[in-house]
Nanobody, 115 residues
Framework: QVQLVESGGGLVQPGGSLRLSCAASRSAFRFYAMAWYRQAPGKQRELVAGITSGGSTNYADSVKGRFTISRDNTNITVHLQMNSLKPEDTAVYYC?????????WGQGTQVTVSS
């Protein structure tokens, strides 16, 4: 059964903004670290941003100052606010809970930054 569902992807012009959301199906996910990863064609999947159960965050150098990760424990949802988007941000964005090796993954949502 699907436990993580991403939404909010789409087509946006360079310099624009998008807000991604990841909704969890079980309340227990509020105790897990959550993260956003992305994978562009021909590239390995990379960590974009992570957030612990306590709210501590970390970001890839390529998105620092532009992206913000947050979590809403009431709705068991994690968000990724993406500003000043660049064409190189184009990728499928995936939500992860727990850990990349032993946790759960969402199905992904496509983000395309293009004129």
């Amino acid at each position: 059964q699907v436990q993580l569902v991403e939404s909010g992807g789409g087509l946006v012009q360079p310099g624009g903004s998008l807000r991604l959301s990841c909704a969890a199906s079980r309340s227990a996910f509020r105790f897990y670290a959550m993260a956003w990863y992305r994978q562009a064609p021909g590239k390995q999947r990379e960590l974009v941003a992570g957030i612990t159960s306590g709210g501590s965050t970390n970001y890839a150098d390529s998105v620092k100052g532009r992206f913000t990760i947050s979590r809403d424990n009431t709705n068991i949802t994690v968000h990724l606010q993406m500003n000043s988007l660049k064409p190189e941000d184009t990728a499928v964005y995936y939500c992860n809970a727990g850990s990349p090796a032993h946790g759960w993954w969402g199905q992904g949502t496509q983000v395309t930054v293009s004129s």
